[in-house]
Nanobody
Framework: QVQLAESGGGSVQDGGSLRLSCAAS????????MGWFRQAPGKEREFVAT????????VHADSVKGRFTISRDNAKNAWYLEMNSLKPGDTAVYYC????????????????WGQGTQVTVSS
């Protein structure tokens, strides 16, 4: 069974930075796209970023473009979200996920999900 575990969440001030990590255990997720989603209190879960297996395709939501960067390390079966210039509006539970393609990930569909890690940005 594939299990995903996020780490790196926490509390930062407005303008701060955090790096989220997602480690996959179990079978290697060959050819899977990886991604990050977030859910703020009272809001629906939203797409944040996705990256293809080879890393050649990366897509970031407009709300985070230029501030967040997704990357992956297939040798470690892991992927990351570097978050800079954080704003209070970025406060949410962040989930890592793995799915069929970057296209399906952008549509919110994934096969595997992590449990989530809290990111809180204070003003």
């Amino acid at each position: 069974q594939v299990q995903l575990a996020e780490s790196g969440g926490g509390s930062v001030q407005d303008g701060g930075s955090l790096r989220l990590s997602c480690a996959a255990s179990g079978p290697t997720l060959s050819d899977y796209a990886m991604g990050w989603f977030r859910q703020a209190p009272g809001k629906e879960r939203e797409f944040v970023a996705t990256i293809s297996w080879g890393g050649g395709m990366r897509v970031h939501a407009d709300s985070v473009k230029g501030r967040f960067t997704i990357s992956r390390d297939n040798a470690k079966n892991a992927w990351y979200l570097e978050m800079n210039s954080l704003k209070p509006g970025d406060t949410a539970v962040y989930y890592c996920a793995a799915g069929e393609s970057t296209t399906t990930m952008r549509r919110g569909r994934a096969e595997y999900w992590g449990q989530g890690t809290q990111v809180t940005v204070s003003s």
